[in-house]
């Protein structure tokens, strides 16, 4: 299968990256390496062609569409939430203009598109309705949710109007090896730097506040399976359908790690929200995908990547 990935070099994408050549797929990236690095990416040869370009780039459509493709995965995103909230342009320009022109790509080409999205979609949520079904009603609290949630309206008129097939993919709280400081999920590098360092965190909000952290590994999975289900045109919650509170987190990370972290606390940040848990019953189902990786063995290896590249 020929593979097209935007936003390949990034944190997601390179565990993506590798899992899509062990299975001998064609992968095409287009990164424009502005959180992401070549680095990431493992030996590149001629199964990983390598494209440094932004989505926003008039150029992106021209080139791409010279490939065929049978599928494109669109990770490439503006994923900080604080900074949605400061330049809502800025991170429209990158979520919902660059997304069009990947969208017409597609169009031209037949491809499947597989589409990052977001837990951030639903907003805050009532315990009752936790965990979150794919159903729900959709209030995201940020720019960044509502123009995840703007792109997912537009794949289903792209597939109303041209007959084009996507499959969305929104993701719990993902972690893992070279995740960076920012975006969304990121608490979990930010600790582990500062653990491997020796140094305090802080935790903003009083700590009792929950998200359900995958693995980037499974995430990269479900996405495999999402390019080949037949169960398409629809939306699939990636998730473990677990809830961790940051207090619980920190004491897992101390015990995987051996140190003694100190805590801080600050003020909660805006536009976050506090209890986050998402039904992976569909995804089950529909993709026969499940997470395999605990929280456990997943802080572990990412404790170890960042032990060695500190």
Same mark, same amino acid.
């Given at each position: 299968?020929?593979?097209?990935?935007?936003?390949?070099?990034?944190?997601?994408?390179?565990?993506?990256?590798?899992?899509?050549?062990?299975? $001998?797929?064609?992968?095409f &990236?287009?990164?424009? /390496?502005?959180?992401?690095?070549?680095?990431?990416?493992?030996?590149?040869g =001629?199964?990983c062609?390598?494209?440094?370009?932004?989505?926003?780039?008039?150029? /992106?459509?021209a080139?791409?569409?010279?490939?065929?493709?049978?599928?494109?995965?669109?990770?490439?995103a503006?994923t *900080? /939430?604080?900074?949605?909230?400061? $330049?809502?342009?800025?991170?429209?320009?990158?979520?919902? *203009?660059?997304?069009?022109? &990947?969208?017409?790509?597609?169009?031209?080409?037949?491809?499947?598109?597989?589409?990052?999205?977001?837990?951030?979609? !639903?907003?805050?949520?009532?315990?009752?309705?936790?965990?979150?079904?794919?159903?729900?009603?959709?209030?995201?609290?940020?720019? !960044?949710?509502?123009?995840?949630?703007?792109?997912e309206?537009?794949? $289903?008129?792209?597939?109303?109007?041209?007959?084009?097939?996507?499959?969305?993919?929104?993701?719990?709280?993902?972690?893992?090896?070279?995740q960076g400081?920012?975006?969304?999920?990121?608490?979990?590098?930010?600790?582990?730097?500062?653990?491997?360092?020796?140094?305090?965190?802080?935790? !903003?909000?009083?700590?009792?506040?929950?998200?359900?952290?995958v !693995?980037?590994?499974?995430?990269?999975?479900?996405?495999?399976?999402?390019?080949?289900?037949? =169960?398409?045109?629809?939306?699939?919650?990636?998730?473990?359908?677990?809830?961790?509170?940051?207090?619980?987190?920190?004491? /897992?990370?101390?015990?995987?790690?051996?140190?003694?972290?100190?805590?801080?606390?600050?003020?909660?940040?805006?536009?976050?929200?506090?209890r986050?848990?998402?039904?992976?019953?569909?995804?089950?189902?529909?993709?026969g995908?499940?997470?395999?990786?605990?929280?456990?063995?997943?802080?572990?290896?990412?404790?170890?990547?960042?032990?060695?590249?500190?």
């Amino acid at each position: 299968m020929k593979v097209f990935l935007t936003g390949g070099a990034g944190f997601i994408g390179s565990h993506l990256v590798r899992q899509l050549l062990q299975v $001998d797929h064609r992968v095409f &990236v287009m990164d424009n /390496v502005s959180s992401g690095a070549w680095r990431h990416l493992p030996a590149r040869g =001629n199964a990983c062609t390598c494209w440094q370009m932004d989505i926003r780039e008039a150029s /992106v459509k021209a080139k791409i569409c010279k490939e065929k493709f049978d599928v494109i995965v669109h990770l490439a995103a503006q994923t *900080m /939430v604080d900074a949605s909230i400061k $330049d809502p342009i800025f991170d429209a320009s990158e979520n919902i *203009m660059g997304t069009l022109n &990947v969208l017409e790509v597609a169009r031209q080409c037949g491809a499947r598109v597989i589409f990052a999205s977001t837990a951030a979609a !639903y907003g805050d949520v009532v315990d009752t309705d936790l965990p979150v079904l794919e159903t729900h009603e959709l209030r995201p609290q940020s720019f !960044y949710g509502l123009t995840k949630v703007g792109v997912e309206k537009y794949l $289903d008129l792209y597939h109303e109007l041209y007959g084009l097939d996507y499959v969305v993919c929104r993701f719990a709280n993902v972690y893992g090896e070279r995740q960076g400081d920012s975006g969304e999920g990121g608490v979990i590098s930010i600790f582990a730097k500062r653990i491997v360092n020796g140094q305090d965190i802080t935790i !903003y909000g009083d700590g009792k506040q929950t998200r359900d952290f995958v !693995y980037a590994g499974d995430i990269a999975r479900g996405i495999c399976k999402a390019m080949t289900t037949e =169960n398409v045109n629809t939306v699939y919650n990636l998730s473990t359908q677990t809830e961790t509170t940051l207090l619980d987190l920190v004491k /897992v990370m101390r015990e995987v790690s051996g140190r003694d972290i100190v805590t801080h606390f600050g003020p909660q940040r805006e536009g976050d929200i506090y209890r986050s848990m998402l039904s992976n019953q569909k995804a089950i189902n529909g993709l026969g995908w499940m997470p395999e990786i605990t929280l456990r063995e997943g802080l572990k290896r990412t404790l170890e990547y960042f032990e060695q590249n500190k």
